[in-house]
């Protein structure tokens, strides 16, 4: 089956102490981005990559990082997460032609404390 | 910079109803529209892929349309269910491998 999977679906953590969300997508998509979702601010970009070791800022990079080492994987690192950081974050991938459709990954539920 | 609005936010309506949900654009230079469904805290699932050469999908009871001279689509639920209650966004593919969403509506199905 065709999907993007992140992981972990839930997590709690405490302020700046570092993670890791991880996403991974089986569809050889060129295209991997990460996205926040909040209410009343709807999504917002972080990070987006066009290819291997090809990465660029999106609306709201600050406090985040990636990398992309592989084609299939894209993690998002929290070097010192912080309470405003407590969203639900979603990874996406979309191949690079034109006509093609982006797919979502379930989400994570982060806590900073 | 492209911005995209639905209308309108929320709509709650009786079981069986046909409904329209509306999305405009202001930029008409895009590859794609993207119709998703999001239920409360959970991900979003892909509905409808209309491309700009395109003026209409359909799936099930769902039927999009795309008018993109005008900046416009429009997501038709025919028979409308409980099951249909969620929110739904609308997402246009520009330039860049963009994606911008529109704000959402949160439709509620009222048995």
């Known amino acids: 089956e065709a999907q993007v999977t992140q992981n972990p679906r839930y997590l709690i953590t405490v302020t700046g102490k570092k993670l890791t969300v991880t996403c991974s997508q089986n569809m050889n998509h060129e295209y991997m981005s990460w996205y926040r979702q909040d209410p009343g601010l709807g999504l917002r970009q972080i990070y987006y990559?066009?290819?291997?070791?090809?990465?660029d800022k999106g609306d709201v990079p600050e406090g985040y990082k990636v990398s992309r080492k592989e084609k299939r994987n894209f993690p998002l690192i929290l070097e010192s997460p912080s309470p405003n950081q407590t969203s639900l974050y979603f990874c996406?991938?979309?191949?690079?032609?034109?006509?093609?459709?982006?797919?979502f990954g379930s989400g994570t539920r982060l806590t900073v404390v | 910079k492209q911005e995209v609005t639905q209308i309108p936010a929320a709509l709650s309506v009786p079981e069986g109803e046909n409904l329209v949900l509306n999305c405009s654009f202001t930029?008409?230079?895009?590859?794609?529209l993207q119709w998703f469904r999001q239920d409360p805290g959970k991900g979003l699932t892909s509905l409808l892929l209309?491309?700009?050469?395109?003026r209409e999908q359909t799936s099930g009871r769902l039927n999009a349309s795309l008018d993109k001279s005008s900046g416009r689509s429009t997501l038709y639920i025919a028979a409308s269910q409980p099951g249909d209650s969620a929110t739904y966004l609308c997402?246009?593919?520009?330039?860049?491998?963009?994606?911008?969403f529109g704000g959402g509506t949160r439709l509620m199905v009222k048995p």
């Open positions: 209309i491309q700009s050469s395109q």
């Open positions: 996406a991938s979309s191949p690079l032609t034109s006509a093609g459709g982006y797919t």
């Open positions: 930029d008409s230079a895009i590859y794609n």
């Open positions: 997402a246009v593919k520009g330039a860049g491998n963009m994606l911008t």
């Open positions: 990559s066009m290819n291997v070791e090809v990465t």
